[in-house]
């Protein structure tokens, strides 16, 4: 066959209409189902491990492990269990009968797997189809034309080995950071086309408008021509490419100039479809159609990354293709959750790890917006060449033509073979740059350095240097560590820095598997593989929120509306293609829910207005005018939402209005009654209206409280206020009773200089306390005790509902919210989110639902942090972060949160940047706090039944 390639140019900008009359198609047939939501069952037979032994039926695609066949192994079993353990390496057998169309047998017919873990043999009615396939997740075929009964029935058999017979293909695949699976996972079908067909394009497409296409050949033995028509999203022929073609050519390239094309960016994701007829005597011979988008990515050494001459920063993560009950066997409907979650958190890029995903995701990242590094796998160890040099040219030919692909990875952490390197730019048409993710300096490739896990530091120093630095993975979102966590100070240095590329987090999702062998319990392999951003059925943890905000690229740094606020705000313009005009901007008054509801939280709107969108172009900042009302200080708070060209929202920043004395004001209002302080010989007591608290003479300690008229025959709050940092003695002790309050006064030596309790006529009780500590620590302030399994909820005005830690406060606007008790811990089954137990901040009041009643605190001073519980945040032989003592805390600073890989806890969370440094003490500390305890008279309704006289529940 004659195999060279024809340079045809034809400059195209005049619209040519063509009537493709009788035009033949690849016709595909699915042997198995299209996804995890439609499957098909085959005969299977397992050797080993669970139902092996004998024939049955399969669902087919799937992991067979998630079908009740073979046995789980986690890829780091082999680190996990030493050098005496061996992987399971049971093999599936499969037959599937199928019968095809009489008129198939003028053409060729392939039979296709889009993924089969690992090794797979197929025959077809007993005669081998072809060598046997190695490599997992890449798409393979084989031709069958002269194996097949054409109309009649076929038998399809496939042997599909769970660990290669391949040592390397084994090392790049299987011994990696995630569940290891067997069967085949992805769909099986037949391609039928015409003998003489074009086999697949290569489209070259850049942002000035020129158009590069290579069309593969197959059989063609007869001169024919090519006939390509380029269509816009509405199917508008936009230019048209005609060239003839020679008898043997096997390539043939076709080029072309669109006029100012609309360009593919993540932020306008235009895509247009290339229409390529093969025609012979007039007549249309093979037609196919294929997606891509006009863009230009450079890397340009010492300086950054580009896309269509703009340079971009990439806010990626990294994603596996997993779901719970189905392993790696996804389906469109997921594919589609998992772009809408990576682009709900304004990332604009994915990082496919450590294996190139289903075709359906790409698509996906195509036609919604994100960039994308597809991987060759390679977890930590490579292919060899002779297995890797196949799968880099099945990855390749499969995917070249998506514009959201803008890298090629080969491999991860070591898993690199360097020989490879030549064989993704034999196979890509478009030349895109090709990168090495490592996690050891000194392994850039193409001058992107992606080395993973550094410090803010240690990455401050890297982008001072004279590479472009991406890292691949970075801030490990283990537990609740990572990702949202120190982020903020992290984008801020990679966004201002020259050569930075930006990052992609790690992870995604917690990989928690459904064990069919354990009753289908969630295992994520304890500590190894909950690492994501969410939860395995994408549960969003707190970073997710904490993300969203500080990548959303309309960037707004106002803290507090100022005094003399005129409605002006300023934006920052962190798109790079979009000017802020584009977007829509809404904003609302609204009044906060109340203390003492006991029906609803969040607020009310009660005003409402679209703010004009301000011209800001890229990068730039400028002001934003907001038409409020004149009385708009009358209301509790301002909402701002941005939303984006699309009409999806960026996020929505809030502000209160008003002082959290004027947000308390009503909270007061309680009939005034007598109070009065006794002392005995140990205990200080201060009462009203039936509400009694106790105090230890000698510490300044709560003892007790009841409050039978409010139905708290006794509330075990007690112990407290104790000084969280330091030491604490009573010298002195002065009660005080008047017309209005009583009250007694303890005077302090050391740390705590002085307590002061009242007992106010409204009912509440006043604690005034003063501190003084020099230095600084992870928390300060004072801590209580309280049963945590006598509670049912908590609800306050504050920040969440997720819990925040130092330098992860993003993502938790100032509302009214509740939560009901859990004892998740992060990243582990079962989970609720949000987490009950937690640090909360901005507090104005809370309210705690026990099963002895409720009580309340409250804040009239500003930055009060409340401590729920006993919790942590990475797991460990001595979990991170130490907690203050008590139960209840009530704070003036509150830890930062580190990072966690494996076994090993980061704590020192000062290398992560200036959020997550300790905060410093240098003067002394005053606070009031006020109690409720018992629930206030909310109505005057009668109740509708009779009270037992005597409750012995309790």
Same mark, same amino acid.
């Given at each position: 066959?004659?195999? &060279?390639?024809?340079? $045809?140019? $034809?400059?195209?900008?005049?619209?040519?209409?063509?009537?493709?009359?009788?035009?033949?198609?690849?016709?595909?047939?699915?042997?198995?189902?299209?996804?995890? =939501?439609?499957?098909?069952?085959?005969?299977?037979?397992?050797?080993?491990?669970?139902?092996?032994?004998?024939?049955?039926?399969?669902?087919?695609?799937?992991?067979?492990?998630?079908?009740?066949?073979?046995?789980?192994?986690?890829?780091?079993?082999?680190?996990?269990?030493?050098?005496?353990?061996?992987?399971? %390496?049971?093999?599936?057998?499969?037959?599937?009968?199928?019968?095809?169309?009489?008129?198939?047998?003028?053409?060729?017919?392939?039979?296709?797997?889009? /993924?089969?873990?690992?090794?797979?043999?197929?025959?077809?009615?007993?005669?081998?189809? @072809?060598?046997?396939?190695? /490599?997992?997740?890449?798409?393979?075929?084989?031709?069958?034309?002269?194996?097949?009964?054409?109309?009649?029935?076929?038998?399809?058999?496939?042997?599909?080995?769970?660990?290669?017979?391949?040592?390397?293909?084994?090392?790049?695949?299987?011994?990696?950071?995630?569940?290891? +699976?067997?069967?085949?996972?992805?769909?099986?079908?037949?391609?039928?086309?015409?003998?003489?067909?074009?086999?697949?394009?290569?489209?070259?497409?850049?942002?000035?408008?020129?158009?590069?296409?290579?069309?593969?050949?197959?059989?063609?033995?007869?001169?024919?021509?090519?006939?390509?028509?380029?269509?816009?999203?509405?199917?508008?022929?936009?230019?048209?490419?005609?060239?003839?073609?020679?008898?043997? %050519?096997?390539?043939?390239?076709?080029?072309?100039?669109?006029?100012?094309?609309?360009?593919?960016? &993540?932020?306008?994701?235009?895509?247009?479809?290339?229409?390529?007829?093969?025609?012979?005597?007039?007549?249309?011979?093979?037609?196919?159609?294929?997606?891509?988008?006009?863009?230009?990515?450079?890397?340009?050494?010492?300086?950054?990354?580009?896309?269509?001459?703009?340079?971009?920063?990439?806010?990626?993560?990294?994603?596996?293709?997993?779901?719970?009950?189905?392993?790696?066997?996804?389906? =469109?409907?997921?594919?589609?959750?998992?772009?809408?979650?990576?682009?709900?958190?304004?990332?604009?890029?994915?990082?496919?790890?450590?294996?190139?995903?289903?075709?359906?995701?790409?698509?996906?990242?195509?036609?919604?917006?994100?960039?994308?590094?597809?991987?060759?796998? @390679?977890?930590?160890?490579?292919?060899?060449?002779?297995?890797?040099?196949?799968?880099?040219?099945?990855?390749?030919?499969?995917?070249?033509?998506?514009?959201?692909?803008?890298?090629?990875?080969?491999?991860?952490?070591?898993?690199?073979?360097?020989?490879?390197?030549?064989?993704?730019?034999?196979?890509?048409?478009?030349?895109?740059?090709?990168?090495?993710?490592?996690?050891?300096?000194?392994?850039?490739?193409?001058?992107?350095?992606?080395?993973?896990?550094?410090?803010?530091?240690?990455?401050?120093?890297?982008?001072?240097?004279?590479?472009?630095?991406?890292?691949?993975?970075?801030?490990?979102?283990?537990?609740?560590?990572?990702?949202?966590?120190?982020?903020?100070?992290?984008?801020?240095?990679?966004?201002?820095?020259?050569?930075?590329?930006?990052?992609?987090?790690?992870?995604?999702?917690?990989?928690?598997?459904?064990?069919? =062998?354990?009753?289908?319990?969630?295992?994520?392999? #304890?500590?190894?593989?909950? =690492?994501?951003?969410?939860?395995?059925?994408?549960?969003?943890?707190? *970073?997710?929120?904490?993300?969203?905000?500080?990548?959303?690229?309309?960037?707004?740094?106002?803290?507090?509306?100022?005094?003399?606020?005129?409605? *002006?705000?300023?934006?920052?313009?962190?798109?790079?293609?979009?000017?802020?005009?584009?977007?829509?901007?809404?904003?609302?008054?609204?009044?906060?829910?109340?203390?003492?509801?006991?029906?609803?939280? /969040?607020?009310?709107?009660?005003?409402?207005?679209?703010?004009?969108?301000? *011209?800001?172009?890229?990068?730039?900042?400028?002001?934003?005018?907001?038409?409020?009302?004149?009385?708009?200080?009358?209301?509790?708070?301002?909402?701002?939402?941005?939303? %984006?060209?699309?009409?999806?929202?960026?996020?929505?920043?809030?502000?209160?209005?008003?002082?959290?004395?004027?947000?308390?004001?009503?909270?007061?209002?309680?009939?005034?009654?007598?109070?009065?302080?006794?002392?005995?010989?140990?205990?200080?007591?201060?009462?009203?209206?039936?509400?009694?608290?106790?105090?230890?003479?000698?510490?300044?300690?709560?003892?007790?409280?009841?409050?039978?008229?409010?139905?708290?025959?006794?509330?075990?709050?007690?112990? @407290?206020?104790?000084?969280?940092?330091?030491?604490?003695?009573?010298?002195?002790?002065?009660?005080?009773?008047?017309?209005?309050?009583?009250?007694?006064? +303890?005077?302090?030596?050391?740390?705590?200089?002085?307590?002061?309790?009242?007992?106010?006529?409204?009912?509440?009780?006043?604690?005034?306390?003063?501190?003084?500590?020099?230095?600084?620590?992870?928390?300060? #302030?004072?801590? +209580?005790?309280?049963?945590?399994?006598?509670?049912?909820?908590?609800?306050?005005?504050?920040? /969440?509902?997720?819990?925040?830690?130092?330098?992860?406060?993003?993502?938790?606007?100032?509302?009214?919210?509740?939560? +009901?008790?859990?004892?998740?811990?992060?990243?582990? *089954?079962?989970?609720?989110?949000?987490?009950?137990?937690?640090?909360?901040? %901005?507090?104005?009041?809370?309210?705690?639902?026990?099963?002895?009643?409720?009580?309340?605190?409250?804040?009239?001073?500003?930055?009060?942090?409340?401590?729920?519980?006993?919790?942590?945040?990475?797991?460990?032989?001595?979990?991170?972060?130490?907690?203050?003592?008590?139960?209840?805390?009530?704070?003036?600073? $509150?830890?930062?949160?580190?990072?966690?890989?494996?076994?090993?806890?980061?704590?020192?969370?000062?290398?992560?940047?200036?959020?997550?440094?300790?905060?410093?003490?240098?003067?002394?500390?005053?606070?009031?706090?006020?109690?409720?305890?018992?629930?206030?008279? $909310?109505?005057?309704?009668?109740?509708?039944?009779?009270?037992?006289?005597?409750?012995?529940?309790?």
């Amino acid at each position: 066959m004659n195999c &060279s390639i024809r340079w $045809i140019f $034809i400059f195209s900008i005049i619209l040519v209409g063509y009537q493709a009359g009788y035009a033949q198609e690849k016709q595909v047939q699915y042997l198995s189902g299209t996804g995890s =939501d439609h499957t098909i069952a085959w005969d299977f037979y397992c050797t080993g491990g669970r139902n092996s032994g004998y024939w049955t039926t399969i669902q087919v695609p799937s992991c067979w492990e998630q079908q009740g066949f073979g046995t789980y192994n986690y890829g780091r079993d082999y680190k996990t269990y030493g050098k005496n353990f061996r992987f399971a %390496d049971e093999k599936g057998k499969y037959r599937h009968s199928f019968k095809i169309p009489v008129s198939w047998k003028s053409k060729e017919v392939f039979i296709v797997f889009e /993924g089969s873990m690992t090794d797979t043999e197929v025959k077809i009615n007993g005669k081998l189809a @072809g060598a046997k396939h190695q /490599g997992a997740f890449y798409r393979f075929r084989y031709n069958i034309t002269n194996q097949l009964k054409y109309g009649e029935v076929n038998l399809l058999e496939a042997e599909v080995s769970k660990m290669s017979s391949t040592v390397s293909v084994n090392n790049a695949e299987r011994l990696a950071d995630y569940w290891v +699976f067997g069967g085949i996972f992805r769909p099986v079908y037949l391609e039928a086309v015409n003998k003489t067909h074009i086999d697949y394009v290569g489209i070259d497409a850049k942002a000035d408008g020129s158009f590069r296409m290579m069309a593969y050949l197959k059989n063609l033995l007869q001169p024919a021509t090519i006939l390509t028509e380029i269509k816009d999203a509405k199917g508008i022929t936009v230019s048209s490419i005609t060239t003839p073609v020679h008898k043997g %050519d096997s390539a043939v390239l076709l080029q072309a100039f669109l006029k100012n094309p609309k360009l593919w960016s &993540s932020e306008t994701p235009c895509l247009y479809t290339a229409h390529v007829y093969l025609k012979q005597n007039n007549k249309t011979i093979y037609k196919l159609k294929e997606k891509f988008g006009f863009r230009t990515i450079e890397v340009r050494q010492g300086d950054g990354i580009y896309v269509n001459n703009v340079q971009v920063k990439m806010k990626g993560v990294n994603r596996h293709c997993f779901w719970p009950e189905t392993g790696r066997t996804l389906n =469109d409907s997921l594919q589609l959750l998992d772009v809408q979650l990576i682009k709900e958190m304004n990332m604009n890029a994915v990082r496919c790890s450590h294996y190139p995903p289903d075709k359906r995701f790409l698509e996906l990242c195509d036609s919604l917006g994100l960039y994308v590094i597809n991987e060759l796998a @390679g977890w930590q160890k490579a292919y060899n060449t002779e297995a890797g040099t196949p799968l880099v040219k099945e990855m390749i030919t499969r995917d070249l033509n998506h514009p959201s692909i803008i890298f090629w990875a080969n491999g991860n952490e070591g898993g690199t073979n360097k020989a490879l390197d030549a064989v993704f730019s034999r196979w890509d048409f478009s030349g895109r740059p090709v990168i090495h993710p490592h996690h050891r300096p000194g392994n850039d490739f193409n001058g992107i350095d992606c080395n993973h896990y550094e410090d803010y530091y240690s990455t401050q120093n890297i982008l001072n240097d004279s590479l472009i630095y991406m890292p691949t993975e970075f801030l490990h979102a283990q537990d609740d560590g990572g990702a949202g966590s120190a982020m903020y100070d992290f984008w801020e240095l990679h966004w201002k820095a020259k050569r930075s590329g930006g990052g992609f987090l790690w992870a995604f999702v917690d990989e928690g598997i459904v064990r069919t =062998d354990m009753r289908n319990i969630i295992d994520a392999n #304890g500590l190894n593989a909950n =690492d994501g951003i969410l939860g395995p059925h994408r549960e969003k943890e707190g *970073s997710f929120y904490a993300l969203r905000e500080i990548f959303s690229p309309v960037r707004v740094s106002l803290k507090e509306i100022p005094a003399n606020f005129d409605g *002006s705000i300023e934006l920052e313009n962190r798109y790079h293609f979009t000017n802020l005009n584009e977007c829509t901007y809404e904003w609302a008054l609204v009044n906060f829910r109340g203390t003492f509801d006991m029906v609803f939280t /969040g607020y009310t709107v009660e005003k409402t207005g679209l703010a004009k969108a301000p *011209s800001i172009l890229p990068l730039a900042k400028g002001q934003i005018q907001l038409n409020l009302p004149a009385d708009f200080r009358n209301y509790d708070a301002l909402l701002l939402k941005a939303k %984006d060209p699309f009409g999806k929202e960026l996020y929505q920043w809030s502000w209160k209005l008003k002082t959290n004395r004027d947000l308390l004001r009503s909270v007061w209002n309680f009939a005034s009654q007598p109070s009065h302080a006794v002392a005995t010989d140990s205990l200080i007591s201060l009462s009203n209206n039936g509400l009694e608290i106790t105090i230890n003479k000698n510490t300044g300690l709560l003892e007790g409280i009841k409050n039978p008229k409010a139905g708290m025959e006794q509330l075990s709050f007690k112990k @407290g206020p104790v000084l969280l940092n330091g030491n604490s003695r009573v010298t002195n002790a002065v009660i005080k009773n008047t017309d209005k309050e009583s009250s007694v006064t +303890f005077t302090c030596e050391g740390n705590m200089r002085s307590i002061k309790w009242t007992m106010q006529a409204n009912g509440w009780v006043a604690l005034d306390y003063e501190y003084h500590i020099e230095g600084a620590y992870p928390f300060a #302030g004072v801590s +209580f005790s309280y049963p945590e399994n006598f509670v049912l909820a908590a609800k306050w005005l504050g920040k /969440g509902p997720y819990r925040q830690w130092k330098n992860r406060t993003h993502g938790t606007p100032v509302n009214v919210w509740q939560n +009901f008790f859990n004892n998740t811990h992060t990243g582990y *089954s079962p989970v609720v989110y949000p987490e009950f137990k937690g640090y909360y901040s %901005d507090i104005t009041w809370m309210e705690f639902n026990t099963v002895e009643g409720r009580f309340y605190v409250a804040s009239e001073d500003d930055n009060l942090s409340v401590r729920l519980f006993n919790f942590y945040g990475l797991s460990g032989s001595k979990p991170f972060p130490e907690l203050p003592e008590g139960d209840l805390s009530f704070l003036d600073a $509150i830890p930062a949160m580190g990072t966690k890989l494996a076994l090993n806890i980061s704590p020192n969370t000062k290398a992560l940047g200036p959020q997550s440094e300790n905060t410093v003490f240098d003067k002394p500390v005053k606070r009031r706090l006020y109690f409720y305890f018992g629930l206030p008279k $909310i109505s005057d309704a009668q109740e509708q039944y009779s009270r037992p006289d005597v409750d012995n529940v309790f």
